[in-house]
């Protein structure tokens, strides 16, 4: 019988750990500038064209290597990081498996010049598909500049996977981010298609961390530093107010090598406890440094995922010096955030003093919560007449109206109920005369002749205003009010490429920015009969915050942008609306090609039939 087991060949053996190791150009970036700090750089520059798809390349000043290292780097588990199996567990290098180069190599075209400083000329090697196409001696400056062209160009279904250049660069931009803010005292810079992106000199981390997240981030640091016999934690919180829905601003390092943890993310979490309302996420970049002995990171591919060897006790002291921090600080809550910034004001609504006749108070203490029990009976009972006003219709004219209805049809006043067939054979809306009410300020309720509407007030207003914007996108009709003085935006080179995207598109919706030298834009309009409740620059980054949410979907980049304005613009939850508002809020939606749902997916409306009610009554 013949063998079926055979050895495969090297060049495909390095093409099945790529494909674990080298994901997307960003795995390149990783492992690349991770080599470069192992190899004692002080400075690091990095050049990326087309998001990595057709360069990247990485110049650093460290040791070099020699002619037989520079070729030996590419072969599988060649590695200078260790040399026995006990090294495994007192790694202080941020590579150690041997296993990248060979990877790259395997699926791209590689041209190498390094040269050490003891010697007077380098080596450069060209490899394509882990086949050695030339070495030869070379002049070059000391240090290691490695070239990464076309990537993925031998495994078409892997470079098909692909994103869009802006998704790729922004993976690129967290690994550069992450290897610079671990290494603060290293100079960095980030060149994209000839635009050079970051410019980071040598300094402290808070210098670091401005420096990468931009200056407004500065305000929000709240310094971090326990230093025990176990272990040391060092680095920034953010203030509580400054949270936000997305976890985006969130790093932690151990031993300086960037990992994810959610066991560790918990525990700052819980140092929150009672600053952060639900859905909120804090800001954080926290360094913890033990003995590499007390844990394994040799448990992932990409090595951001590491075993403790004690977790309890790193989450307890996490815990408490987040916590201890925070309070030293005096960090307290001030934002709600159950409602999401809108455009729109909301009025504060205040209980008012029962004043006499004279102007003065009947109750001398403001501040009591206590109402009597009278008093409360008749508001509670003026508030249930209110409810009903207007309900109380002759029973025979409410009959007639059935009559003309189909069964299980929606009736509601609308504006467009006259004029177009909304049920596809007859006009499932009618007019009636029953005004809407809201409740808890949340929402909107509107009889119809089969029982009632029960319509949340920001989703369907986000439905509306989704398909507004979307038809503007379509029809390149914008409608702009100008900016009486035009405002002055920075942003941190993350941002500042997402916005670049955007612009032609916000441009269309009347959202008037243009680009101002290097991550600063300016805006001098914003779209007609949109109020903004917003200072500028919070405005622009609530609308790259929730794009950048939707980037990763399967949608049209105009359906991204009109769904990002339409969460930005909506009225929120807990905002009072009057009855001409709802009414209007209730004839443009029912006038939507999709008025069941809204672009987030939920529920605009739920009906409710008087035979379901009298169910519930126990009829």
């Known amino acids: 019988m013949i063998d079926v087991i055979r050895l495969l060949p090297d060049a495909i053996a390095n093409q099945i750990a790529a494909g674990e190791v080298i994901q997307r150009p960003a795995s390149v970036v990783k492992e690349l500038l991770e080599n470069a700090v192992d190899a004692g750089s002080t400075k690091i520059k990095l050049v990326i064209k087309d998001a990595g798809k057709t360069l990247i390349q990485v110049i650093d000043d460290g040791c070099g290597m020699s002619e037989t290292d520079a070729r030996m780097c590419f072969e599988r588990h060649a590695t200078s990081k260790i040399r026995y199996a006990k090294d495994l567990f007192s790694i202080r290098t941020m590579g150690f498996r041997g296993e990248a180069m060979a990877s790259i190599a395997a699926i791209a ?30 002049q070059c400056s000391e240090g290691t500049k490695i070239a990464v062209k076309n990537l993925f160009y031998n495994v078409p279904a892997r470079r098909n996977f692909l994103k869009s250049n802006t998704v790729e660069m922004r993976h690129i931009l967290d690994e550069f981010q992450r290897v610079a803010l671990a290494h603060p005292d290293l100079f960095f810079s980030l060149h994209h298609n000839g635009t050079e992106m970051f410019h980071l000199q040598p300094g402290n981390l808070r210098q670091r961390v401005v420096g990468i997240l931009g200056a407004n981030v500065n305000k929000k640091l709240v310094p971090v530093k326990e230093e025990t016999d176990i272990l040391n934690i060092r680095g920034f919180v953010g203030k509580a107010e400054f949270a936000k829905k997305s976890r985006g601003e969130q790093f932690f390092f151990v031993n300086d090598r960037f990992i994810k943890s959610g066991y560790l993310s918990h525990a700052v979490m819980s140092a929150y406890e009672d600053l952060l309302p639900k859905g909120a996420h804090p800001f954080y970049v926290l360094f913890i440094e033990m003995d590499p002995a007390r844990i394994d990171i040799n448990v992932h591919p990409t090595k951001q995922e590491i075993k403790f060897d004690d977790e309890r006790l790193v989450y307890n002291y996490l815990k408490v010096t987040v916590r201890h921090a925070l309070a030293q600080y005096n960090v307290t809550p001030t934002l709600d955030f159950e409602a999401e910034p809108a455009f729109n004001p909301v009025t504060p609504r205040y209980p008012k003093p029962n004043k006499k006749k004279d102007g003065k108070s009947k109750d001398k203490s403001h501040s009591s919560p206590i109402i009597k029990p009278d008093r409360r009976h008749r508001n509670n009972l003026k508030n249930w007449q209110k409810l009903y006003d207007g309900l109380d219709m002759d029973s025979s004219s409410e009959d007639q109206k059935e009559e003309h209805v189909q069964p299980g049809a929606i009736t509601i006043e609308s504006k467009v109920s006259s004029e177009q067939d909304l049920s596809g054979e007859k006009k499932a809306f009618s007019k009636e005369s029953k005004k809407p009410y809201q409740i808890h300020n949340t929402y909107i309720i509107s009889q119809i002749a089969s029982g009632f509407l029960l319509i949340d007030q920001q989703a369907a207003h986000e439905r509306i205003l989704y398909e507004k914007y979307l038809a503007i996108l379509e029809s ?103 009855k001409e508002e709802m009414r209007e809020i209730i004839d443009q939606l029912f006038a939507c090609s999709i008025p069941f749902k809204g672009p987030r997916g939920n529920h605009c409306f739920v009906t409710y039939s008087l035979e379901e009610l009298s169910k519930r009554f126990g009829g």
Not at 510 to 526: A, M, N, S, Y
Not at 548 to 556: A, H, I, S
């Open 109 to 138: 075209h590689v041209e190498l010049r390094s040269r050490r400083r003891t010697d007077e000329i380098g080596t450069k090697i060209i490899i394509e598909g882990s086949e050695v196409k030339s070495q030869a001696p070379c």
């Open 476 to 578: 390149q009709q914008p409608s702009i009010q100008k900016e009486l003085f035009p405002k002055n935006i920075k942003l941190p080179p993350a941002d500042a490429i997402l916005l670049k995207e955007m612009l032609p598109h916000l441009n269309l919706l009347g959202l008037d920015v243009r680009e101002f030298g290097q991550d600063t834009f300016v805006l001098h309009g914003i779209p007609a009969g949109l109020k903004s409740n917003l200072p500028e620059q919070e405005l622009i980054e609530l609308l790259i915050e929730q794009y950048r949410r939707n980037v990763d979907l399967k949608t049209g980049l105009n359906e991204g942008i009109a769904r990002s304005m339409a969460y930005s613009a909506a009225i929120k939850r807990g905002h009072p609306l009057k």
